[in-house]
């Protein structure tokens, strides 16, 4: 199925959650100081969890794709509840949407997108909540959207003590602490794994490929 036509689905399917929404409160200024301590609304940040359902209950419409609960003590003391989704298609790893609500100390909900286990991270949305890194609930739709299309059409997580790489058919990024690999070998590297080549690195690195889901 085309991204397209996908996302449209999970646009009417969102719809009918009745989701929150919001402008860009940064459209045309910068932040101010005091916006970066404060969080005027924590409770309309569930705009992600309710994206992230809509996208479970149309890809659990999609031949060859499972979707299921992950059970409660897979779930980290910070999580409230997610699905694990599986595709039937050789070479790919489960994905899974976990959920956060909001905490009594205003922690904003959350999701977060895993590879593989519930504990692998790939995003987190929102990555902060505070005033001065909201850009309206738009941004943070597209932002999950971006993460999971990328995911699923084959990405390469490189793991690593004191750095992390990730691969995909439209780029990559690496981070970490000082002495992480040039961008360019890491994406190298992430090219010849998702071809399933052999790659020997200079240290003890997790490797997790996951090919294209549809």
């Known amino acids: 199925m085309e991204t397209t036509r996908l996302i449209a ?30 969080v005027t609304d924590p409770g309309r940040y569930r705009v992600v969890a309710l994206r992230a359902r809509a996208w479970s209950r149309v890809l659990g419409t999609v031949p060859d794709i499972d979707v299921e609960p992950v059970a409660p003590e897979a779930l980290g003391p910070d999580l409230d509840g997610g699905v ?34 519930p504990d692998t991270e790939l995003e987190l949305v929102p990555d902060c909540g505070c005033d001065a890194c909201d850009h309206g609930s738009d941004d943070l739709v597209r932002g999950l959207d971006e993460a999971v299309v990328e995911a699923m059409s084959g990405i390469v997580l490189m793991l690593a003590g004191t750095w992390r790489g990730v691969w995909t058919p439209d780029g990559g990024g690496v981070g970490g602490d000082p002495g992480l690999p040039e961008l360019d070998q890491v994406l190298a590297w ?7 080549e052999h790659v020997s690195f200079p ?5 997790l490929v996951n090919d294209p889901w549809m």
């Not at 646009?11 to 860009?24: G, I, Q, S, V």
């Not at 070479?91 to 593989?116: C, K, Q, Y």
């Open 9 to 38: 689905r999970v646009d009417a399917e969102f719809a009918r959650l009745d989701p929150p929404w919001w402008p860009n409160p940064h459209e045309d200024r910068e932040a101010t100081e005091e916006e970066y301590s404060r």
């Open 84 to 117: 694990r989704l599986t595709s039937r298609r050789p070479g790919t790893l489960p994905l899974f949407f976990l959920e956060r609500g909001p905490t009594p100390d205003s922690d904003v909900p959350l999701v977060r997108i895993g590879m593989a286990d």
């Open 190 to 196: 992430g090219r010849r794994l998702s071809r399933r």
């Open 203 to 207: 240290e003890d690195v997790r490797v």
